[in-house]
């Protein structure tokens, strides 16, 4: 069900009375009368979030945090139709990244992504000017590693490896850290502005990327601050996880797989957490993606 769909029978629309009285309401001390307040004026749909709005810059704060609180419940809902919608329109070339500037939004619905792509363009435009692209692949990496892990202090996040904002991208970005696949997906934005065929593995337990050019291969450890592997490293990491190698699992991944991937981690987290609803909502783009 999506957060944002309209009943069957959609409720008789509020008198400036009866707003009023919801707005006194919705400032209450009492957390179960503020439930039954925030229910009432969530059943009247898009109205409600459009004169809500003008009431999340009111004098008082809680009826400023409450009604923003309601009103990004609304955009949360639009954000899940539109990734929802997303997910069912596209390939498995998707743009991966404005896929997951949609994914952002159903948990930030009021992030600016064209100025987080922004970011990315100047980190391409600063490592354009410092990046010899004739030599050998291992510099051309130590220089963008440098760039991105101790210039701008991009790191793994071990220390709450399950915390689900390592996988939202606005938030890894804000914070400079996330889990395996979040730290990849950075290196792949960079890697594309600056035409450099960088690829996304994703192996079981690990996702790393793979520069791979007529010179030859690397594989790329952003989690670790982009630690340079082999493909034999690679395979040891494997055996050493328990798994048998297989040349599938370090085949390169397609945008579709990596979101669902994504997807996938995002569900695992929030079940157990204990957080139904989330774990509900990925679960249907889970389902959307694996069409």
Request: aromatic share 10%; hydrophobic share 40%; with cysteine.
């Amino acid at each position: 069900m999506n957060l944002s769909a309209p009943s069957a029978n959609p409720p008789a629309a509020l008198t400036e009375g009866q707003r009023a009285a919801l707005l006194t309401l919705l400032t209450d001390e009492d957390p179960a009368i503020y439930q039954v307040i925030r229910a009432k004026i969530i059943e009247q749909g898009q109205p409600a979030r459009d004169w809500l709005r003008g009431h999340t810059l009111s004098s008082d704060p809680v009826l400023r945090r409450r009604a923003q609180e309601i009103v990004d419940h609304f955009e949360r809902g639009a954000a899940d139709n539109r990734f929802l919608a997303f997910c069912l329109s596209r390939g498995e070339d998707m743009d991966l990244e404005q896929a997951i500037w949609l994914l952002c939004q159903t948990q930030y619905p009021n992030i600016n992504a064209l100025a987080y792509s922004a970011l990315f363009d100047s980190y391409a435009a600063d490592l354009r000017v410092r990046v010899d692209f004739g030599a050998p692949l291992d510099r051309i990496i130590g220089t963008i590693n440098h760039y991105l892990f101790h210039e701008l202090g991009f790191a793994g996040n071990e220390g709450t490896y399950y915390d689900p904002d390592n996988s939202y991208l606005n938030r890894v970005m804000d914070r400079r850290t996330g889990n395996p696949i979040s730290l990849c997906v950075v290196y792949l934005a960079v890697a594309r502005r600056l035409r450099l065929p960088v690829s996304g593995i994703g192996m079981p337990g690990h996702f790393v990327c793979r520069l791979q050019t007529s010179k030859g291969e690397v594989y790329i450890d952003a989690f670790r601050k982009g630690k340079l592997m082999t493909k034999g490293d690679c395979i040891k990491f494997l055996i050493n996880s328990g798994h048998d190698f297989h040349d599938g699992f370090l085949a390169p991944n397609s945008p579709r797989r990596i979101l669902l991937r994504i997807c996938s981690n995002l569900h695992g987290i929030y079940s157990n957490l204990g957080l139904a609803e989330e774990t509900t909502r990925f679960q249907r783009y889970i389902v959307a993606l694996s069409k």
